[in-house]
């Protein structure tokens, strides 16, 4: 997927990652981990992590997607289930990671119109986005955009940055979502 680009920029492009992607989607995920609460995690995953991460993905025929401009990684993001068990087949989770030169021009949420699309042609019935910090009103606010409805929020969850972090649950259906049965 490309979008035009305007006068004074190229155009942005969605498409599946690639094992070449895998040093800018390290960095790229370094710095959240280092300086933001998206995630919760504390410590930098190395490439070989996170390409096992990808696999994993792309191992169960769900997308992991980065957006480019001029050959430039600005962001990505992936669904996987949301937990292993098997009755949770058709439920994802979503995450998206942006370059902060990227942040607040619209990648992200490019991004996730396009996951979604690609989930739904996967066979997800639902996505659920698990938002690290109340406070993140960007991944909020895209997700609202894109019909998410807030379902929850987990108290104090995380504790990073000398603080604790509250975390947001929104939902939003896939495709038939529960109107049908899911295929056996």
Request: include cysteine.
């Amino acid at each position: 997927m490309s979008l035009p680009s305007s006068a004074h920029m190229p155009a942005l492009r969605i498409r599946p990652s690639t094992d070449t992607d895998l040093p800018a989607i390290q960095a790229i995920y370094a710095v959240a981990v280092l300086n933001g609460t998206g995630t919760f995690e504390t410590e930098v995953p190395d490439i070989g992590e996170m390409a096992r991460r990808r696999q994993e993905v792309l191992g169960r025929s769900l997308p992991w997607l980065v957006a480019e401009r001029d050959g430039v990684v600005l962001g990505y993001a992936y669904a996987n289930y949301f937990r292993p068990r098997l009755a949770y087949r058709f439920c994802v989770e979503d995450s998206i990671y942006l370059s902060p030169a990227a942040q607040g021009q619209g990648v992200g949420r490019l991004l996730l119109a396009e996951l979604i699309a690609r989930c739904e042609a996967a066979g997800a019935r639902q996505m659920l986005a698990v938002i690290g910090d109340a406070a993140n009103r960007g991944s909020v606010g895209v997700h609202a955009a894109l019909g998410f409805e807030h379902t929850g929020v987990l108290k104090s969850a995380g504790w990073k940055f000398g603080r604790w972090l509250d975390v947001v649950l929104m939902q939003r259906t896939l495709g038939l979502g529960d109107s049908a049965a899911a295929p056996e």
